[in-house]
C-alpha cells in the first residue's frame, strides 16, 4: 500500500496533538511496509514558532536533511522557497520552508493565496509522479480543499483525520472517501451537528516516546490551559483539591511553542489561561484568586 500524507501544517511539529498522531501513526505504518510519503508546509501550532524550531527538530531526532533552493512562478511573479527531504523512520518526507509561514505576531496570519498556490503547484508535481492509495490530511485552512481536488485524480481513496470539533460546514468534509475521528463521542458531536458519518480511530500512542525512564509523581497537572481543553472542569477540580487535599501541588503547564522561543515570555501560562477565561470569571470555578494560592505552579515546556 503507497500512502501520501500532505497538509500546510508541519508533520514534525511537537507543539501539536495532530501533529504528534499523525507521525506515530505514519511510522507504524512503515514498519509494517507502507510506502510512506510526507509533504506538509512549515505552519507551526505556536505563533512563536521560528525556523529554527524545524530545524532543532531534526536534531532531536537524528534526522540530516537535504536541503534543496528551489523556484517556481506563482500569479506571474517569481517565488523562492526550500524543500527540506528526510527519512523519519521509514517514512520519506518533504517540507516546504516558505518564510511566510513564520510570524512573530501574537496571532497567526491566515494562509495568503501566494503561499497557498506554491504549496498546491508544489503538491501537484510531487503528486503526478507517482500514483496512490490513500491520501491523508487533516487541517482546514483554505487551500485543504483544492488540494483535495488534486488529490482525488492521484489517490484511490482520499481520507481526512478531524482532531478537532471546531468545524462547522461540512463542504470540506464531503470531498472525503472516509473521515477518521479519534472518539466515539467526536462521531457523534458530527453525526449530530453536520450529519456526517465516521470511522473512529484512537490516537496512536508510542509509549517509548512518551514515558519517562523515571518516575517521581507529584504534580496533579493541566497541560495546555484552555477553556478548549477542559479549562472549566480542571478548575472545579483544582478548587475541591484545594479544600480535601491541600497536600497535592498543581502545575499548570504550556506545551503548545517551541522550547527557545518559550524562554522569551513574560507572562506565566496561567495568565494566558485567564485571559482565554474571561467568560468563566462569572462563575466560582473562575475565581482569580484560585492562581495565586502557592502550591499551583506554571511553567513552559
Not at 522557497?81 to 516546504?96: E, T
Not at 485543504?144 to 484511490?156: L, P, V
Not at 484512537?202 to 518516575?215: G, H, N, Q, T, V
Not at 462569572?282 to 502550591?295: E, I, K, T, V
Request: glycine letters at 6%; charged letters at 30%.
Amino acid at each position: 500500500m503507497k500512502l501520501i500524507f500532505s497538509s500546510y501544517h508541519n508533520y514534525l511539529d511537537r507543539s501539536s496533538g495532530a501533529a504528534l498522531t499523525i507521525r506515530s501513526a505514519l511510522i507504524g505504518l512503515a514498519k509494517r511496509g507502507w510506502d510512506v510519503r510526507v509533504l506538509c508546509g512549515s505552519y507551526f501550532d505556536s505563533v512563536n514558532a521560528k525556523l529554527g524550531a524545524l530545524y532543532r527538530e531534526f536534531k532531536r531526532l537524528g534526522i540530516t536533511p537535504t536541503i534543496s533552493k528551489c523556484r517556481s512562478v506563482i500569479n506571474g511573479r517569481p517565488r523562492e522557497f526550500k524543500l527540506a527531504r528526510f527519512n523519519d523512520s521509514g517514512v520519506s518526507g518533504s517540507i516546504l520552508i516558505d518564510d511566510e509561514a513564520f510570524s512573530t505576531r501574537r496571532f497567526r496570519n491566515d494562509l495568503s493565496r501566494d503561499a497557498g498556490l506554491l504549496f498546491l503547484k508544489t503538491l501537484d508535481v510531487a503528486a503526478r509522479k507517482d500514483e496512490y492509495d490513500v491520501y491523508l490530511t487533516y487541517g482546514g485552512y483554505w487551500a485543504a480543499k483544492e488540494a483535495a481536488n488534486i488529490m482525488k485524480e492521484r489517490a484511490k481513496k482520499n481520507v481526512f483525520y478531524l482532531f478537532n470539533l471546531t468545524y462547522n460546514d461540512r463542504t470540506l468534509l464531503q470531498l472525503f472517501d472516509l473521515v477518521i475521528k479519534p472518539s466515539p463521542f467526536a462521531r457523534e458531536y458530527y453525526r449530530n451537528t453536520l450529519s456526517i458519518d465516521s470511522a473512529v480511530i484512537s490516537p496512536f500512542i508510542d509509549k517509548a516516546s512518551c514515558l519517562a525512564p523515571e518516575r517521581r509523581p507529584r504534580y496533579l497537572t493541566l497541560i495546555n490551559p484552555s477553556p478548549e481543553k477542559g479549562g472549566r472542569f480542571a478548575l472545579g477540580v483544582f478548587l475541591d483539591l484545594q479544600k480535601k487535599r491541600d497536600d497535592i501541588p498543581i502545575l499548570v503547564a504550556e506545551g503548545r511553542g517551541d522550547s527557545e522561543s518559550e524562554k522569551v515570555k513574560k507572562r506565566p501560562s496561567f495568565e494566558r489561561f485567564r485571559r482565554r477565561a474571561r467568560y468563566l470569571r462569572q462563575n466560582a470555578f473562575a475565581s482569580r484568586s484560585l492562581f495565586m494560592r502557592r502550591n499551583i505552579r506554571s511553567r513552559s515546556r
